[in-house]
């Protein structure tokens, strides 16, 4: 399943995190890392410590929020 097939569903079809994890349990590093990209990115750069994956959540946020032109929730 593709992280837009996820979002759609996330942030479209408003189903909840735990709701796409019993769904999908072998998707769930994308669930959350989907639920992640409900954080403020002032929060979210306290939480994540790694770079490149800060780089990695922030870049498919953008792309995502972005293509479906949806309000980024800050």
């Known amino acids: 399943m593709t992280y837009r097939a996820l979002f759609e569903m996330k ?6 995190t735990l709701e796409l994890e ?4 072998r ?4 669930i959350l890392n989907l639920a ?3 954080v403020p990115i002032h929060i979210l750069e306290s939480i994540v410590k790694n770079q490149k994956q800060l780089f990695r ?9 972005t293509e479906n032109q949806t309000g980024t929730p800050d």
């Open 11 to 16: 942030f479209k079809q408003k189903i909840s």
């Open 22 to 25: 019993k769904k999908f349990p």
């Open 27 to 30: 998707e769930k590093l994308k």
């Open 36 to 38: 992640l990209l409900e």
């Open 57 to 65: 959540l922030l870049s498919l946020r953008k792309n995502l929020f």
